[in-house]
């Protein structure tokens, strides 16, 4: 990593935890730039280092001013252009870079030529392999992706339900009360409604596990 950017890690930190307070928001940052959340909240945490590339992938992504994430700020500073993007999942740019730190190049220098012999040039069968792992590398990820925006758009439904839940159980105990039911009936009733919103929260937290182990396919991260 270079010597600037160590100097300026935590403060990329800072404000990435500051984009990322709202609950949930870890998560929809990381799915917009195309990252496991998991591996996001280990840079969270300051168990893992990030680069400058994909600090400036955040501000793009986000619509964050050129440079914001350089310097230090408050809740109030985001704009509402950036928060929005967030809390909507609604990605302004694609990012298709790294987070890993880029390291220090070492000053070692190849071996030279033996009597003027030109160096080993690589071979065409690797060169062959590197291009049909290059090639099956993009397909992994281009079915993978596929297979999250399906995940996506269920979480979606799952998240903004066509019916409320809270309106459905009040019509429900309207309906308890005005029947003047058996207190066995009433409380079925009511297990049912419990286990409904139960198993939402449930399949919520299976469908946000799926995403981020889709995530992790296809990527060196």
Avoid: C
């Avoid at 400036?56 to 993007?85: C, F, Y």
């Avoid at 302004?92 to 220090?104: C, M, N, Y």
């Avoid at 999250?148 to 439904?157: A, C, I, L």
Wanted: without cysteine; proline residues 5%; neutral net charge.
């Amino acid at each position: 990593m270079e010597d600037s950017d160590e100097l300026l890690l935590p403060v990329w930190r800072a404000n990435l935890v500051l984009l990322t307070r709202e609950v949930g928001a870890a998560t929809r940052l990381a799915r917009m730039m195309t990252f496991s959340a998991s591996y996001l909240k280990l840079m969270l945490s300051g168990q893992r280092e990030f680069s400058e590339e994909f600090v400036r992938g955040i501000e793009a992504v986000t619509g964050l001013p050129n440079g914001w994430m350089n310097a230090s700020h408050t809740q109030q500073d985001i704009p509402a252009k950036a928060r929005e993007a967030i809390d909507n999942e609604r990605p302004l740019a694609r990012f298709r870079g790294t987070a890993h730190p880029v390291r220090k190049k070492t000053v070692l220098r190849p071996p030279e030529p033996i009597f003027g012999q030109a160096g080993p040039a690589k071979r065409v069968e690797e060169e062959t392999l590197d291009a049909e792992a290059h090639r099956r590398q993009a397909h992994i990820r281009k079915v993978r992706d596929l297979a999250m925006q399906d995940v996506r758009r269920f979480e979606r439904h799952l998240s903004h339900a066509p019916v409320d839940l809270s309106s459905m159980r009040s019509k429900v105990e309207d309906v308890i009360a005005a029947a003047d039911l058996d207190d066995p009936i009433q409380a079925d009733l009511a297990g049912r409604l419990e286990q409904i919103e139960k198993h939402r929260h449930l399949l919520l937290r299976h469908v946000e596990r799926l995403q981020a182990l889709l995530g992790q396919i296809g990527e060196g991260d």
